[in-house]
């Protein structure tokens, strides 16, 4: 929620007092909060035990790798700590 957006600014101008207010605050601070939680969400969901697991079990049977996964993966991921490579 915004910590600004329920602040009343002016008397209130219904006999419910600021309520009116503070619910457009309430809304706004969903309509601001809804699509990073959906972003946080997807990620989760991309990065799940069970995607890993069904990513594993797909390799050892055909030994081929997602498409989306393949392309994450780059040659400097698998080098030794200390090994001297024109990646790093």
Request: charged share 15%; no cysteine; hydrophobic share 35%.
């Amino acid at each position: 929620m915004t910590p600004f957006a329920s602040i009343p600014s002016s008397p209130p101008t219904s006999t419910y007092g600021h309520l009116p207010e503070f619910i457009g605050g309430v809304k706004l601070g969903f309509v601001i909060g809804a699509p990073i939680v959906a972003l946080g969400i997807i990620q989760l969901s991309d990065n799940s035990k069970q995607t890993e697991e069904q990513a594993i079990s797909q390799y050892m049977q055909v030994h081929a790798l997602p498409r989306k996964l393949a392309k994450r993966l780059r040659p400097e991921h698998f080098l030794p700590p200390n090994s001297p490579s024109p990646y790093r």
